[in-house]
T-cell receptor, first 111, second 114 residues
Framework: GEDVEQSLFLSVREGDSSVINCTYTDSSSTYLYWYKQEPGAGLQLLTYIFSNMDMKQDQRLTVLLNKKDKHLSLRIADTQTGDSAIYFCAEADTGFQKLVFGTGTRLLVSP | EAGVTQFPSHSVIEKGQTVTLRCDPISGHDNLYWYRRVMGKEIKFLLHFVKESKQDESGMPNNRFLAERTGGTYSTLKVQPAELEDSGVYFC????????????FGEGSWLTVV
């Protein structure tokens, strides 16, 4: 079955760049997503990338996809304390009707 | 435009009791999903509605869970009787098929069974 893995924890200083990594197993994944969950809040869609793309940039966010290695990363430039949250990587199945999530990476940004 | 709304936001019930969670999707979204995250685990798919029909309920853990979507609008997820291991966050999401298949999540219903 599909499996999505992420490192559990990342700590950075304010102003640095953060890179959150994700690996997945389903080679037929169509879309890959990044969601953010702040404490006590729901899941906020940050960005997504279609599987035929290598990179997508949206303001401070850059998503890189290495389809050969089934590796996805989210880079946050100029990380702020407000970026502290849990970041979930997710892949959509071939019918893109069901998401498979990673365990989430807790990002802690210190001043 | 209102997002996906869920009710209640928090619920504490005793083992053996019944709880019903409600989800109102984004207006016009045919796809409605339920997911849950139990303590320390991944967010797991429960089921998927297309309008009022269950498209995929492969993630429903057992027959104590019953989901409905009357008239293809809001959905309810009933847990009866609740067990301790049902504690967690229940997320509802909705989407309308299209490029990106953007799936929007609600704030979640935080369930604690004691």
């Amino acid at each position: 079955g599909e499996d999505v893995e992420q490192s559990l924890f990342l700590s950075v200083r304010e102003g640095d760049s953060s890179v959150i990594n994700c690996t997945y197993t389903d080679s037929s994944s169509t879309y890959l997503y990044w969601y953010k969950q702040e404490p006590g809040a729901g899941l906020q869609l940050l960005t997504y990338i279609f599987s035929n793309m290598d990179m997508k940039q949206d303001q401070r966010l850059t998503v890189l996809l290495n389809k050969k290695d089934k590796h996805l990363s989210l880079r946050i430039a100029d990380t702020q304390t407000g970026d502290s949250a849990i970041y979930f990587c997710a892949e959509a199945d071939t019918g893109f009707q069901k998401l498979v999530f990673g365990t989430g990476t807790r990002l802690l940004v210190s001043p | 435009e209102a997002g996906v709304t869920q009710f209640p936001s928090h619920s504490v019930i005793e083992k053996g009791q019944t709880v019903t969670l409600r989800c109102d999707p984004i207006s016009g979204h045919d796809n409605l999903y339920w997911y849950r995250r139990v303590m320390g685990k991944e967010i797991k798919f429960l089921l998927h509605f297309v309008k009022e029909s269950k498209q995929d309920e492969s993630g429903m853990p057992n027959n104590r869970f019953l989901a409905e979507r009357t008239g293809g609008t809001y959905s309810t997820l009933k847990v009866q009787p609740a067990e301790l291991e049902d504690s967690g966050v229940y997320f509802c999401a909705s989407s309308q098929p299209g490029r990106g298949n953007t799936i929007y999540f609600g704030e979640g219903s935080w369930l604690t069974v004691v």
